[in-house]
């Protein structure tokens, strides 16, 4: 059975960091994508940022480009966001995912959707205050 659980979101102001964790436990699909989505309140889930565990390509959505970097921990099977220099707008639930099937994507067609990954966390809270 597979489960993603989230952890270290939090409320920090603006300028500030936060460093998100995804620990996934029976999930044996090496070598393929693990993402990072995020949804506000009234929006829809949108991508953040994506890596490609074969070769550890990774790719970002433009308005987190230059301040969150996703990493991996294959020996600790922990998927990470390092988030700098917050924003407001990024306040949100952040989502970790998973994918059985997709091994990667072309940069320039922009980052997979959210049908992409057959694996979902619980989401944790980040809150970005001015």
């Known amino acids: 059975q597979v489960q993603l659980v989230e952890s270290g979101g939090g409320s920090v102001q603006a300028g500030g960091s936060l460093r998100l964790s995804c620990v996934a436990s029976?999930?044996?699909?090496?070598?393929?994508?693990m993402a990072w989505f995020r949804q506000a309140p009234g929006k829809g889930r949108e991508g953040v940022a994506v890596?490609?565990?074969?070769?550890?390509?990774?790719n970002y959505a433009d308005s987190v480009e230059g301040r969150f970097t996703i990493s991996q921990d294959n020996a600790k099977k922990t998927l990470y966001l390092q988030m700098n220099s917050l924003k407001p707008e990024d306040t949100a639930m952040y989502y970790c995912?998973?994918?059985?099937?997709?091994?990667?994507?072309?940069?320039?067609?922009?980052?997979?959707?959210?049908?992409?990954?057959?694996?979902w966390g619980q989401g944790t809270q980040v809150t970005v205050s001015s």
């Open positions: 995912a998973a994918s059985t099937w997709l091994i990667s994507m072309p940069a320039a067609l922009g980052l997979p959707s959210s049908s992409s990954y057959n694996y």
């Open positions: 029976g999930y044996t699909y090496r070598g393929y994508a």
């Open positions: 890596i490609y565990t074969r070769d550890g390509t990774t």
